[in-house]
C-alpha cells in the first residue's frame, strides 16, 4: 500500500514535557486511521506537526512519499494536507459560501467571480455527499453542519489527507453517524483520514488502523480487526480498565434547591430559557442534557447569580436567594465546577495553593485580621485535595499550567467539594481528560452523593450523564421538553430529544 504519510523519529519537547517522544508512524493511503490516547498523550501535538502549526525538535516526516518541511498549515495544504480543528474557525456572519472561499486567494467579495466557485464548490459536495446549503448563515447552522462545512473548506483546498481533531467530542450520537457516513463517503473517494479521538468504541467502528499515544510515546499501531476495546483501553492507559459506573440511588427527601417558573431574556431581548421548574434533593444526581446552546449554561449562570431572570424563583434549603449577590449564594454553601476549567476554574500560572482559595477569599477559615489570606489554611486545603484527587504534582507550589488536563480537573473537582457543599453544580466535569481521571471524579461524585450533596450535572457526554445522574431533563430551546429516568433510556434516545425530534 502506498504511504500517505510517513513519520520517523519525530520529537518535540515543552518545557517540562516531552509531548512526543521518537514517534514512528505510517498512515497508508485511502484508509481511515485513528489516534488514540488519554489527554495529554501527544496526539494534538503530532497532528500540530503534521500540519505546519508547530515545529519538531526533530524528525523526518514525507507526504506521499515526498519527504517534506512543514514550516506553516499552507505548506502543509500545498502538499495536499488539511486539518479540522476542534473549535469550529468560522464567523457567524458569513453565508456557507463565504465562508469556503474565505482566505483562498487575494480575490476581495467585490471582484471574486461567484458564479464559478459556486459551481466548483457545489460539484465537491456532490462528490462527497456532503449535506450542505451554501446559502445559509454559519449562525443558522448546528454543530454537526458546522463541521461539514469545515471539511468542505479543506477539500475545497484539495486536502487529499484530513485530519479530525477530536470531531466527536461536539457532536451528539446522531450526528456521530452522520460524520460517520460522510468519513466513509470520503474514503471511498480516495481519502485518507487520520481521526483522533479517546472513544475506544468509535474508533473501532469507524477506523481500520489505530495508533495507540500514552505519555508521548507511540504504544503501538493494530489493525482495528480482532482488537477488543479491553486490550486498546490497557494499551491507552498502561494498566487494568476502571470498572464501569453502577449506579445505586439513594435520594432522600429533603430538598435542597427549587426552582420555580424561571424565565430570562438575554442582552437582545431574546428568551434564552423560559418557564423552568424543578427540585433537587439531598443524594441527588439531577442531569441536564441539551445541545449546547439551549439554555442550560445561562440557568446554571441565574442559579449562582450571574445571569438575572426576568421572573421566578430560586430556593436553596430555607433560603428564598434572588436578592442574593454571588458571594452570598456561595456562602450559602454551592461550589461550582465550571465548563472550561483553563478560563473559568484556575488561574493557570497561580500555584495550586493560591487557586484553593478562588471565589472562597470570604470564608472564615480564610480570613485574617490583616487584609493577606491565611495561608497556613490554604496549604492545608491544597494538600488535602492533592491527596484526596490523586493529582500528580511534584507538590502544592506548582502552578497549575504544569499539570495535565487531567490532573488540573481533578483539582478543580477537589476543591469544590473540599468545604462540603450543600449543592454542587457541575458543567462538564469530566471534559477531554483521559479514562483514569474520569473514573477517579465519577467515583468522588458519586460517593459525596451518598453522604448527602446534590448535584446538579450538565454533561455533553450522554454516557457520562446516563451513568450518573438519578433523574435527566431535557432542555430544547430554552424549554424542559421531557424529564427521563436514565436506567430507561440509551443516548441515541436521549439525542433525539435533544435535537428535537423526539417531544
Ligand atoms: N504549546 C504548548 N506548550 C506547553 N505544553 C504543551 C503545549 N502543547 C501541548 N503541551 C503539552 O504537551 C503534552 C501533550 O499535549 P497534547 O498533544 O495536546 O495531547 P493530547 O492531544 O493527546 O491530549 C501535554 O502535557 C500538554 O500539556
Ligand atoms: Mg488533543
Known amino acids: ?157 484539495g486536502a487529499k489527507i484530513l485530519i479530525l481533531d477530536e470531531p466527536t467530542a461536539v457532536l451528539v450520537p446522531q450526528e456521530v453517524d452522520e460524520l460517520f457516513n460522510n468519513l466513509r463517503d470520503l474514503k471511498n473517494n480516495g481519502v485518507t483520514i487520520i481521526f483522533i479521538s479517546h472513544k475506544l468504541d468509535e474508533v473501532l467502528e469507524i477506523a481500520e488502523d489505530i495508533s495507540v499515544m500514552r505519555g508521548g510515546i507511540m504504544v503501538n499501531t493494530v489493525s482495528a480487526d480482532g482488537i477488543s476495546k479491553k486490550d486498546l483501553a490497557e494499551m491507552m492507559i498502561g494498566k487494568s480498565l476502571p470498572k464501569p459506573p453502577k449506579r445505586q440511588s439513594s435520594i432522600s427527601t429533603s430538598e435542597i434547591l427549587s426552582i420555580e417558573n424561571l424565565s430570562a431574556v438575554n442582552e437582545n431581548g431574546k428568551k434564552v430559557f423560559e418557564n423552568i421548574s424543578f427540585k433537587l434533593n439531598s443524594s441527588e444526581i439531577l442531569g441536564i442534557a441539551g445541545v449546547e446552546g439551549n439554555g442550560q449554561r445561562e440557568i446554571v449562570e441565574a442559579i449562582i447569580g450571574i445571569h438575572n431572570y426576568e421572573t421566578g424563583t430560586i430556593k436553596l434549603e430555607n433560603n428564598t436567594i434572588d436578592d442574593f449577590s454571588i458571594r452570598e449564594r456561595l456562602n450559602l454553601g454551592i461550589s461550582f465546577i465550571p ?74 473537582v477537589g476543591r469544590e467539594l473540599e468545604d462540603n457543599p450543600t449543592l454542587l453544580i457541575a458543567s462538564q466535569p469530566t471534559r477531554g481528560i483521559d479514562i483514569g481521571a474520569q473514573a477517579l471524579i465519577w467515583e468522588k461524585l458519586r460517593n459525596t452523593r451518598d453522604e448527602g450533596l446534590g448535584v446538579l450535572l450538565i454533561s455533553a457526554d450522554l454516557e457520562e450523564l446516563i451513568g450518573l445522574s438519578d433523574r435527566i431533563v431535557v432542555i430544547y430551546q430554552g424549554q424542559f421538553v421531557a424529564e427521563l429516568q436514565p436506567e430507561e433510556i440509551t443516548p441515541e434516545i436521549l439525542g433525539s430529544y435533544m435535537t428535537g425530534l423526539k417531544k
Open 1 to 157: 500500500m502506498n504511504k500517505a504519510i510517513s513519520v520517523s523519529k519525530i520529537t518535540k519537547s515543552f518545557p517540562g514535557v516531552l509531548a512526543n517522544s521518537d514517534i514512528n508512524l505510517e498512515i497508508n493511503e485511502g484508509t481511515i486511521h485513528a489516534i488514540v490516547g488519554e489527554n495529554g498523550a501527544g496526539k494534538s501535538t503530532l497532528m500540530k506537526i503534521l500540519y505546519g502549526m508547530v515545529k519538531p525538535d526533530s524528525g523526518d516526516i514525507a507526504i506521499f512519499d515526498n519527504k517534506t518541511v512543514l514550516n506553516s498549515p499552507k505548506d502543509a495544504i500545498d502538499s495536499g494536507l488539511g486539518m479540522v480543528h476542534q473549535h469550529f474557525m468560522l464567523a457567524d456572519n458569513l453565508t456557507v459560501l463565504e465562508s469556503v472561499i474565505l482566505g483562498i486567494d487575494k480575490a476581495t467579495f467585490k471582484n471574486i467571480n461567484l458564479k464559478r466557485y459556486t459551481s466548483e464548490i457545489t460539484e465537491v459536495i456532490n462528490k462527497y455527499n456532503l449535506n450542505i446549503d451554501l446559502n445559509k448563515n454559519i449562525d443558522e447552522l448546528g454543530v454537526g453542519e458546522k463541521q461539514r462545512v469545515e471539511i468542505l473548506k479543506v477539500l475545497f483546498r
Open 339 to 412: 465548563e472550561d476549567r483553563q478560563a473559568q476554574a484556575l488561574i493557570m500560572d497561580m500555584s495550586l495553593t493560591n487557586n484553593v482559595i478562588l471565589g472562597r477569599q470570604s470564608l472564615a477559615k480564610y480570613k485574617t485580621k490583616l487584609t493577606t489570606v491565611n495561608l497556613t489554611n490554604a496549604a492545608k486545603a491544597s494538600e488535602s485535595v492533592v491527596e484526596n484527587f490523586d493529582v500528580k504534582t511534584p507538590n502544592t507550589g506548582t502552578i497549575a499550567t504544569a499539570l495535565s488536563g487531567g490532573n488540573q480537573q481533578k483539582y478543580v
